[in-house]
C-alpha cells in the first residue's frame, strides 16, 4: 500500500461524493497529495481523544510526575522539593514491596484464568444457534454489577462465616462446620472469594469482546474446516484461535493492566467501615490509595503511581517481546 | 449493505436520542435551592456526612433555617454528603479545590489540617463555656494551645453483654483481660460464639488492650504503642480459643451479631442501644473494655462527629457567629440531634445531665462511662499509621511476636509522625 | 457415508454438551442474582440470620417503595442523573474510539506509534492517584456540580481505542480498497465503509462504555458534591452509614440499579445480532 501511496490516482473525475460543490474542479485548487490527505485523515480522527486524554489526563499525569519528587501533604502545590526521597521511602516500606510481588504473582495466575474462562464462554455461546441471547446477557449480566454492591453479595450472602451463607449452607450438607471464608488464612480461603468474585464480575465482559472477535471471522473458513472433516479441537486451534490474535493480544494487553492495578475486589471485600490493616494481602493500589486519598500525601502517593506504571510497562514490553503488540500488516 | 446498516445505525442512535430526552426533561427541575437564601447577604455552605438515621437532614436544614430567621443576614445552604467511608476522601478534595464549603463535618479530627492552615481556631467560639464540654473531647481538638473544632455528638463505645447467657455459663462481666479471654471461651456453645469484635477478629480491640494496659499510643512528640506488647498479645490467645466471632454479615458496629444470638458479647457503640433493647428487652448490659490486668484501667473509645471552619472561607465570622448559636448555645436543638433520630451524647456535660433518654438503664450506664472510661484517637493519627498498627496487630493475632512486629510498626509511625510535625 | 453418519452423531453430541455446559455455568453466573434478590425482599434480621432460608416469609415491596419515598435519598433522580451520563458518554466514547482505533490501525503516517502510546499510556499510570489534580483540573474550569464536568472526563477511553485496533487491524482490506478505488478518501472510507460494518464491535464496546459510565465511582463522589447531581452508585453507596447499615434496602437498590443495564443489553442485543447478519453479506 505504501508504493501505491505516491502516484495521484485519486483524481478521478468519476467521483461520485455527493459532498462535492461543483462538478467541474476548481481551475487553480491543489489537491492533497496523497500523504497529505492520509495526515489529515489521521489528525482528523486522532484529534478529538488526543485532546481530550490531554486535557483531562496528561495534565493531571504531568502535575502528579512533578508531585512525586516534591514533599506535598495535604496540598498539591508544587515548589517544596525533596527529589527522589518519595520513591526511596516507598522502596524502603517493606510492605509495598509485598504488596508488588504478590500483584505480580496474583496478575500470573488470574490473567491465564480470565482470558481461558472468557474465551471458553464466547466459543461455546458462538457455537450454538438457540438461546444464543440468553446465555450472553447471562454471562455479561454480572458486569452490570457494581464492585461494592458485588462484594456485599459475596460478604454477606454467599461466603458470610455464619451458617446461613450459602457457601456454608452447602458445606454443611457435606458436614463441614462453618468457616469464615474471608478471615481463614490458613488454608487462604480468602482467595477463593476474591477469584470467584472477580471472574464473575470480569468474565462476561470479556466474553463479549472475543465474540465480537469470533464474528469477525470469515464463516467460510469454518465451511472449509468441516468439510475437510476437522474436529471442533482442531478447528478452534487451526482456524479460531489463529484468526483471534490481534483480538486476543489487544484483550491480553488490558487483562495485564486491569490485573496489576488491582484494587476495587480487594478493597471491597477487605475494608472493614472505612479503614484497612488486618486484610491478609495488599495490592499496591490498595496502599497508595491510603496514602493518597486518604492521608492526602500526594507526593508518595505519585510517586506510588509511577512506581507501578513502570512495573506496568515492564510487563507489557514483555508481554510485547513474546506476542508482539498486534502489529499490522504492512 | 450500506443503506441496511445507515439504518440501523440511525436507529441506535435514535434510541440514544430518545433516552437523553426523556432524562433530560426530568433533571431538569432543581429542586436544591434554598427559598431561604434569598434576601440574606451571606449564604454559608455547610457539609454533613449522610446520616443513616430517619430525619437527620430535615432536621439539620431546620436548624440552618432557624438560625436564619434568628439573623436574617445569613443563610445556610446545607450539603448532605456521602457515606462514612467515602466522605473525607470528597471533602479532602473539595478543600483542595475552588468549591471548598465554608464549614464541614469531620468524623476523625486531623492535627495535621490545623498545622497545615486548613482550619480557623475556634476558641472564641467556644468562650466560657469551654469548661462544660468533655474533657476529652477539649483535649482532642487542641493543636498546639488552640482548639480548632467543635464536637456536635459523642458516641461512646463500649462492650455489650448478654445477662441471661453469662449467668448460665456462670460468668460475671469481666473486670480484667483474663476474666474477658475466660468469659469468651465458656460462652462459645454450639453455633454462638463468645465475643465479637470485629469480622476481621481485630476491629478496634488493639487500641482497646493497649489503652487498657495503660499506654497511649502517641506521647507527646513519640509513637510509643510498642510498649503494650503484653496487652495486646491477649490477641494471640483470644483466636488461639476460638472464642471470637468471625465473618458475620454485619460488622462490629451493627449490633446484629448481638441481636441474633451469634455472640454473647460484642464491642458496639451506644448508638446501637434502641436496637439492642427492642431485640433483647433488658437482658443487657454494657461495661467498658476491661483493664489489662490490675494495675491497667477500664477503657472505653470516644468517637463521634466534630464541625470546623475552612480557614479559607470569605465567611470566617458569619460561620463563627453559626456554631457558637448552634452548638454551643442551643442545648434544645443539641438535645434533638443527639437522640431524637440516632442515639449519641452531647458533649456538653450539663447538656447531657438534661436529656432524658440518658439518665436511665444502661445508657445511663454508658454516659458514665464515656465520662470516666473514654478516650480518643489521638488528632496525629493517619490511616497509614492505624493500617500499620492493625497490620502488626493482625500478624500478633496469627502467631507473630508481639514486640517485634510492634516495634517495627512503631518505628514507621514515628517517621509518619516526624514528618507530619516538620 | 458411515464416516459422515458418525459425524453426524458426534456433532449432536457435541452440541448437547455445549448446551449442558452453558447451562450449568449460567446457573452458576445467575446464583449471586438470585441471592441478591432474595435479600431485597427480606426484613433486615432475615439477612442477618444465621440459619438458611431458600426464599423471604413474605413477598412485600416495601423494601423497593421505601427506596423512593425517601427524601433524603434522592434516588430516583439518581437514576435519571446515571442515565442521562451513561447515555451520553457511550455513544460519543465509543464513537470516538473508533475513529482514533480506525486511524491507528489503518492509516500509517510517521508519529503512529508514538500516538498509540500516548493513549495506551493512560491506560498504565493508574487513575486513583490522579483523580486530585484532574479535580483541581476540572473545578477550575467551573465543572463542579455541573453535568459536564460529570461526563466529559469519561468521553476519552483509551481502552475502547486499544480494542478498536485491534479489531480493525483484523478488518478485510479488499473492502477499504474498493472503497478507495471509487475514489472515497480516507475519511469517505471510515464514515461510508468502516463505520457501518463495524455494528458488531460498537454495540459490543457502546455496552461496555454504558456499564463503565454506570458504575463509576470515585469521580462523581468527588465532581458532583451536591445530592442533585449524585449518580446512582453514590445513593447506593449512602446506603451504607457507619451506624445502620440498611441491608434490605441496599439489596433492593442494587436490584434496581442493575434494571437499567439489563434493558440496555437488550436494546444492544439487537445490534449485536445485526451484525451477525452483516458479517455475513460482507465476504
Known amino acids: ?330 | 449493505m450500506p443503506v441496511s446498516s445507515a439504518l440501523s445505525r440511525r436507529g441506535f442512535l435514535g434510541t440514544s436520542l430518545l433516552f437523553v430526552a426523556g432524562a433530560a426533561v426530568a433533571c431538569s427541575s432543581n429542586p436544591q435551592e434554598t427559598a431561604s437564601a434569598k434576601g440574606a447577604k451571606v449564604t454559608l455552605t455547610q457539609w454533613y456526612h449522610q446520616y443513616g438515621e430517619e430525619g437527620t437532614q430535615a432536621a439539620v436544614k431546620r436548624y440552618a433555617e432557624e438560625f436564619t430567621k434568628a439573623n436574617p443576614d445569613i443563610a445556610v445552604n446545607v450539603v448532605w454528603g456521602a457515606d462514612v467511608s467515602q466522605y473525607e476522601t470528597k471533602l479532602n478534595a473539595a478543600l483542595l479545590g475552588a468549591d471548598a464549603p465554608d464549614i464541614f463535618e469531620l468524623g476523625d479530627f486531623r492535627a495535621e489540617m490545623a498545622r497545615k492552615g486548613q482550619l480557623e481556631p475556634l476558641d472564641d467560639v467556644y468562650g466560657a463555656a469551654k469548661d462544660g464540654f468533655n474533657k476529652a473531647d477539649l483535649d482532642y481538638l487542641t493543636v498546639d494551645g488552640k482548639l480548632y473544632g467543635i464536637k456536635t455528638i459523642d458516641d461512646v463505645m463500649v462492650l455489650y453483654y448478654r445477662k441471661s447467657l453469662l449467668k448460665k455459663a456462670g460468668v460475671t462481666p469481666p473486670t480484667t483481660f483474663a476474666e474477658l479471654a475466660d468469659a469468651a471461651k465458656k460462652l462459645t456453645t454450639g453455633g454462638a460464639k463468645g465475643l465479637f469484635i470485629g469480622n476481621d477478629g481485630i476491629g478496634d480491640s488493639p487500641y482497646l488492650l493497649a489503652w487498657s494496659q495503660g499506654v497511649d499510643l502517641i506521647d507527646g512528640k513519640r509513637v510509643v504503642y510498642a510498649d503494650a506488647a503484653k496487652a495486646i498479645g491477649g490477641l494471640r490467645d483470644l483466636h488461639a480459643d476460638k472464642s471470637v466471632l468471625l465473618g458475620f454479615t454485619t460488622d462490629w458496629y451493627d449490633p446484629g451479631a448481638f441481636n441474633q444470638g451469634a455472640a454473647a458479647m460484642q464491642w458496639c457503640g451506644l448508638w446501637a442501644l434502641p436496637a439492642v433493647e427492642k431485640a433483647l428487652g433488658d437482658d443487657f448490659g454494657v461495661v467498658p473494655w476491661p483493664s489489662y490486668d490490675a494495675s491497667g484501667k477500664a477503657v472505653a473509645r470516644l468517637g463521634g462527629w466534630t464541625q470546623a471552619i475552612h480557614s479559607k472561607s470569605k465567611h470566617v465570622a458569619e460561620a463563627k457567629k453559626y456554631l457558637e448559636w448552634l452548638w454551643v448555645k442551643q442545648a434544645d436543638i443539641q438535645i434533638d440531634w443527639a437522640v431524637k433520630y440516632g442515639f449519641h451524647v452531647p458533649p456538653q456535660s450539663e447538656v447531657a445531665a438534661k436529656t432524658p433518654e440518658l439518665s436511665k438503664g444502661a445508657a445511663k450506664d454508658a454516659v458514665a462511662i464515656a465520662n470516666k472510661n473514654g478516650i480518643s484517637f489521638p488528632a496525629e493519627w493517619t490511616q497509614a499509621m492505624q493500617a500499620e498498627f492493625i497490620a502488626a496487630a493482625a500478624d500478633i493475632a496469627k502467631g507473630a511476636g508481639a514486640e517485634k512486629t510492634l516495634e517495627k510498626a512503631q518505628s514507621k509511625a514515628q517517621s509518619d509522625l516526624d514528618k507530619q510535625l516538620g | 457415508m458411515n464416516n459422515a453418519v458418525n459425524r453426524h452423531r458426534g456433532s449432536v453430541l457435541g452440541s448437547a454438551a455445549t448446551y449442558l455446559a452453558l447451562c450449568l455455568m449460567s446457573v452458576v453466573f445467575l446464583i449471586p442474582f438470585y441471592m441478591l434478590l432474595r435479600n431485597a425482599f427480606m426484613t433486615t434480621p432475615e439477612v442477618t440470620a444465621t440459619d438458611w432460608h431458600w426464599l423471604p416469609s413474605s413477598l412485600s415491596w416495601s423494601n423497593f417503595t421505601s427506596l423512593f419515598d425517601n427524601p433524603e435519598r434522592p434516588f430516583g433522580r439518581s437514576i435519571l442523573n446515571s442515565l442521562l451520563i451513561a447515555v451520553i458518554s457511550a455513544p460519543v466514547s465509543t464513537l470516538l474510539a473508533s475513529m482514533a482505533g480506525y486511524a491507528l490501525a489503518r492509516i500509517a503516517v510517521p508519529g503512529r506509534a508514538v500516538v498509540l502510546s500516548l493513549i495506551v499510556g493512560t491506560l498504565m499510570i493508574p487513575q486513583a492517584v490522579t483523580f486530585l489534580p484532574t479535580f483541581v483540573v476540572v473545578g477550575s474550569m467551573g465543572g463542579v456540580n455541573t453535568m459536564w464536568g460529570l461526563i466529559a472526563p469519561g468521553l476519552f477511553n483509551a481502552f475502547a481505542v486499544v480494542l478498536f485496533r485491534s479489531f480493525y487491524l483484523s478488518f478485510p482490506a479488499e473492502i477499504e480498497e474498493a472503497g478507495r478505488i471509487d475514489g472515497l478518501s480516507y475519511l469517505g472510507v471510515y464514515g461510508r465503509i468502516i463505520l457501518p460494518n463495524s455494528v458488531t464491535m460498537i454495540a459490543s464496546l457502546g455496552a461496555l462504555s454504558f456499564i463503565e459510565a454506570w458504575n463509576s465511582f470515585l469521580w462523581p463522589l468527588m465532581i458532583g458534591q451536591d445530592p442533585s447531581s449524585w449518580t446512582v452508585q453514590i445513593a447506593l453507596s449512602s446506603f451504607l452509614t457507619s451506624q445502620t447499615v440498611n441491608l434490605p434496602e441496599l439489596f433492593a437498590g442494587t436490584a434496581v440499579a442493575i434494571l437499567p443495564l439489563v434493558v440496555m443489553f437488550l436494546v444492544a442485543q439487537r445490534h449485536i445480532v445485526q451484525g451477525i447478519a452483516m458479517s455475513g453479506l460482507k465476504s
Open chain 1, 1 to 330: 500500500m505504501t508504493a501505491t501511496g505516491t502516484t495521484p490516482a485519486r483524481k478521478s473525475p468519476l467521483h461520485h461524493d455527493a459532498a462535492r460543490p461543483a462538478p467541474a474542479p476548481a481551475p487553480r485548487r491543489r489537491r492533497l497529495t496523497e500523504r497529505q490527505s492520509k495526515a489529515l485523515a489521521f489528525a482528523v480522527l486522532t484529534a478529538p481523544i488526543l485532546l481530550g486524554l490531554g486535557l483531562f489526563r496528561y495534565v493531571a499525569i504531568g502535575w502528579s510526575f512533578l508531585l512525586s519528587f516534591s514533599e506535598a501533604r495535604r496540598t498539591i502545590s508544587l515548589g517544596n522539593w525533596v527529589g527522589l526521597d518519595n520513591y526511596r521511602e516507598l522502596l524502603s516500606d517493606e510492605r509495598f514491596r509485598d504488596s508488588l510481588t504478590m500483584i505480580v504473582l496474583f496478575t500470573a495466575l488470574i490473567v491465564p484464568l480470565t482470558f481461558a474462562a472468557s474465551l471458553g464462554l464466547a466459543v461455546l455461546v458462538n457455537r450454538i444457534r438457540r438461546g444464543r441471547a440468553f446465555f450472553r446477557t447471562a454471562f455479561l449480566l454480572p458486569a452490570a454489577v457494581s464492585y461494592v454492591a458485588a462484594a456485599m453479595i459475596w460478604k454477606m450472602a454467599l461466603f458470610s462465616g455464619v451458617p446461613s451463607g450459602l457457601a456454608n449452607t452447602l458445606g454443611a450438607l457435606f458436614g463441614a462446620d462453618p468457616t469464615p471464608w474471608i478471615q481463614t488464612q490458613s488454608p487462604p480461603l480468602y482467595w477463593i472469594v476474591l477469584v470467584t468474585l472477580r471472574l464473575w464480575l470480569q468474565v462476561g465482559l470479556y466474553m463479549i469482546l472475543f465474540i465480537a472477535g469470533l464474528q469477525s471471522i470469515p464463516p467460510h473458513l469454518y465451511e472449509a474446516a468441516a468439510l475437510d472433516g476437522a474436529g471442533p479441537w482442531r478447528t478452534f486451534r487451526s482456524i479460531t484461535f489463529p484468526m483471534l490474535r490481534n483480538t486476543s493480544v489487544a484483550i491480553l494487553l488490558l487483562m495485564l493492566i486491569a490485573a496489576l492495578q488491582a484494587f476495587d475486589e480487594f478493597y471491597a471485600i477487605f475494608s472493614t467501615g472505612a479503614s484497612l490493616g488486618s486484610e491478609p494481602v495488599r495490592t499496591p493500589l490498595m496502599h497508595l490509595y491510603g496514602v493518597a486519598l486518604q492521608d492526602q500525601d500526594y507526593g508518595v502517593g505519585s510517586a506510588g503511581a509511577f512506581l507501578l506504571t513502570l512495573l506496568i510497562v515492564l510487563v507489557t514490553l514483555l508481554q510485547g517481546r513474546i506476542l508482539g503488540f498486534s502489529r499490522d500488516k504492512d
